[in-house]
């Protein structure tokens, strides 16, 4: 019996000591790159992880929503990257933001966000620091490197314009080490040719912001490149294991459940850790290894080989053999605790209101809040 | 311009008149068939929500979790039946919900636990109510109701035992009325077949509990049930019209969302809602029409035929044409508010902590709180 067996299950456990040896490992990785890193605080959203990710940065995070921006705020961090494309009604909390303390920039990639932000800029006096989101990789969002578009959003924000910013969230399809590299370089052409071709139409443009987890680690050379950006690399998880961007005994995040019940003819130990508990999250299954809803370990977090949490309701998980076939449960009676190793960070630590700490494989005592909610005003 | 541009985004939107019209058709169903309905708080985790459900019900709730529990009791309902098999760790907690005054139920499935029943009823003095849970369908968990472990299990449970529940969690994949009026009496007559045998062996065993959203609206006879338990109903969902459970028009939730960003090459609408603002639920892919993350509304409700949020990332959703065709998106400018009708309700709603009121497709200024989270300690 050990400490684990006091706390509540399902839980979310951290592991100190792996996220304090996955932030040295990308810090050193990037120091040596000559770039600083701006943690994304998406993954983690909690003041502690946050605070010790900074320890050894400049001091600006990226976040994902205003909520967390008003968090960052709250906690004395200022300089703040707000890095999902504004929507004109956000302008306003965004200010509110500013008066209240806070160095926030923004993204766009459209001619009528910019010219909102122009808007805005005139009606108030006060202008909000702003990046071109550039697509690097036909992910998602962002304006093309070589487009009109670009100079035409430029002329529009002026003065207030600070560079240009770009995701390579197609990193994480590159399965090879290679692939990764050649993925880090086109994200950094990608940006660094947009912000020349800013700077040659007349525009400051100092800044050049780039970052993916998968990128951040591979990357050989940011010249050029101002800031990374990463917030899963805190804590890795299985889709970064299937990249090969971590091993799986990196991954600092788990799920604590204890087993209420047994289906011996299916070959299913069933847990009181569902989908409520792992999230809906399923990043594995486009993998080549398909981890279900997570990989099992024993309390102490040594992965049980052959065992896969495979299926899961709301507040019930599923343990099975990884080759569906029925096994001996009479291991793990009821009241086993296990711990879950989840597809992705982001996903599965949404669904807690925070973190028990783990030293040692131990609880320290200590539970991290996280701020979850979209709004400013939400609590 | 309507109210609905004056709420932030993304956020969660409640259609109390589409929930009351729901609730309506299931108890007037249940009445129909003389059994009353013990409504499962899992879906909505909100007191008003689950106090208009008990409005012509016995008093009764279904739980999830121990934090539903006791969200429950701090709102004066003492009645609970806390559905997910018990583990043994949790009776401490169960037990001090009963010092406070809950009259709670619990379940279990092996002899395991109810031996930790007697044992903590030996060690307290005091008995918790039993229900043995019944496996009428194979879905997950439960011993079969001809099984020798039954009457196992209700020999050392002795005076705590109460009866049976069952869930035929397998109704979610009856396509045809006839399927789900054949499961719901499947589930019936494992529940009952199971309780006559506890009968037969000299427990009294008085409480028949049976329910899921699909059999609950199906069932054309449950004589011999004394409960219903149903949640998703309230709110119903993609996955719930895919099964011709509902109408897609008489799903009560939806996110509102905002416009950020478009790609007119690939047809995509970006918008502020990805992910974390819809759940990662993807249930209706394995129905016969794949809905994506969801169908696309305008701000007032209304379906836009062809549209789909087929793509997200964490806070960006992707909305594209069904088809995956390029379109003409300048209908819908950056700033635009749609709204987005989930696959699973009950992930969905998990996403936030509260939900915005409408009615008469307006919103009424109310805000509902949720109570996420899984322990009675738990904020």
Partial sequence: MTDLDALPTPSLLLDRDRFVENHARLASHLRQLGVPLRPHVKTAKSLPVIRYALRDQPGGVTVSTLREAAACLDGGIRDILYAVGIAPQKLADVAALQARGAEITVILD??????????????????????????????????????????????????????????AGESYQCVTAEAKRAMAAQERDAALSAAMRLRLAGHAAPVVSVGSTPTAHFADDLGGVTEVRAGVYMFQDLVMAGLGVCAVDDIAISV?????????????????????????????????????????????????????????????????RRDGQPWDLSAFPVGTRLRVIPNHACATAAQYGGYFLLSNHRPTGEYWERFNGFGVHES
Avoid at 260 to 277: F, N, R, S, V, Y
Avoid at 285 to 299: R, S
């Fill in 256 to 320: 604590l459940v204890t087993v209420i019940g047994h289906q011996p003819a299916k070959g299913w130990l069933i847990t009181d850790g569902g989908w409520m508990a792992l999230s809906r999250d399923r990043g594995t299954a486009a993998q080549a290894l398909d981890q279900g809803y997570g990989l099992v370990c024993d309390v102490e977090g040594q992965v049980l080989d052959g065992l896969l949490m495979s299926g899961a309701n709301q507040e019930h998980g599923i343990i099975s």
């Fill in 110 to 167: 459209s001619v009528e966000a910019a010219q909102a932000l122009r808007a805005h800029h005139a009606a108030t006096g006060r202008g909000i620091p702003v990046l071109v989101e550039i697509d690097s990789d036909g992910h998602r969002a962002g304006v093309a490197p070589e487009s009109a578009l670009l100079l035409e959003i430029a002329a529009i924000l002026g003065a207030d314009l600070r560079g240009v910013m770009t995701h």
